[in-house]
T-cell receptor
Framework: AQSVTQLDSHVSVSEGTPVLLRCNYSSSYSPSLFWYVQHPNKGLQLLLK??????LVKGINGFEAEFKKSETSFHLTKPSAHMSDAAEYFCVVTRRPSYSSASKIIFGSGTRLSIRP | DAGVIQSPRHEVTEMGQEVTLRCKPI?????LFWYRQTMMRGLELLIY????????DSGMPEDRFSAKMPNASFSTLKIQPSEPRDSAVYFC????????????FGQGTRLTVV
């Protein structure tokens, strides 16, 4: 079965410093992994996705994530935080039930990112 | 395309009333997902459809919840009777193709049951 664990419920960094949001996954086959962002009172927006091509994936707003199979990790990073990055971030994996080829989308519990001035 | 469209954006109803949430997926997408978001439980998958057929409804909390997808361009999530603990933001999302494609989300319906 596929699942995803976000290791930190809340991360706080100063503006201009690096961001690291951690995500570990479990998967019985090559997973598709995503990061979504949700700004306050807004819907969810795709940041980036990994689909077995390059292991380092670049997304919008300067974010990137590296797929590390040996560590079963897909951590999200950004070199320099901006105030507008304050939001909730979700790590996502797709999962397929044994009785169907139709895969579903499983969200992690989310990490709230706060940016200090 | 206008994206995934949900209606209403906000709904306030009294306990015991029937509530119907609506979703129009992106044209051509063959998957549709219903999620519920609360502070306590985060984002929970309630049910999802593939080609209008429900694939997995194990996330539906109880018999008071039902979802339908009568055609490729419309889905409803119904709660009858509603209870205060159903208060949450309900998101609809759609996706085209296989497991490596991203889902697009609507803006959500904020439901308050008083």
């Amino acid at each position: 079965a596929q699942s995803v664990t976000q290791l930190d419920s809340h991360v706080s960094v100063s503006e201009g410093t690096p961001v690291l949001l951690r995500c570990n996954y479990s998967s019985s086959y090559s997973p598709s992994l995503f990061w979504y962002v949700q700004h306050p009172n807004k819907g969810l927006q795709l940041l980036l996705k990994y689909t077995s091509a390059a292991t380092l994936v670049k997304g919008i707003n300067g974010f990137e994530a590296e797929f590390k199979k040996s560590e079963t990790s897909f951590h999200l990073t950004k070199p320099s935080a901006h105030m507008s990055d304050a939001a909730e971030y979700f790590c996502v994996v797709t999962r397929r039930p044994s009785y169907s080829s139709a895969s579903k989308i499983i969200f992690g519990s989310g990490t709230r990112l706060s940016i200090r001035p | 395309d206008a994206g995934v469209i949900q209606s209403p954006r906000h709904e306030v109803t009294e306990m015991g009333q029937e509530v119907t949430l609506r979703c129009k997926p992106i044209s051509g997408h063959d998957y549709l997902f219903w999620y519920r978001q609360t502070m306590m439980r985060g984002l929970e998958l309630l049910i999802y459809f593939n080609n209008n057929v429900p694939i997995d409804d194990s996330g539906m909390p109880e018999d008071r919840f039902s979802a339908k997808m009568p055609n490729a361009s419309f889905s409803t999530l119904k709660i009858q009777p509603s209870e205060p603990r159903d208060s949450a933001v309900y998101f609809c999302a759609s996706r085209s193709g296989g497991s490596d494609t991203e889902a697009f989300f609507g803006q959500g319906t904020r439901l308050t049951v008083v």
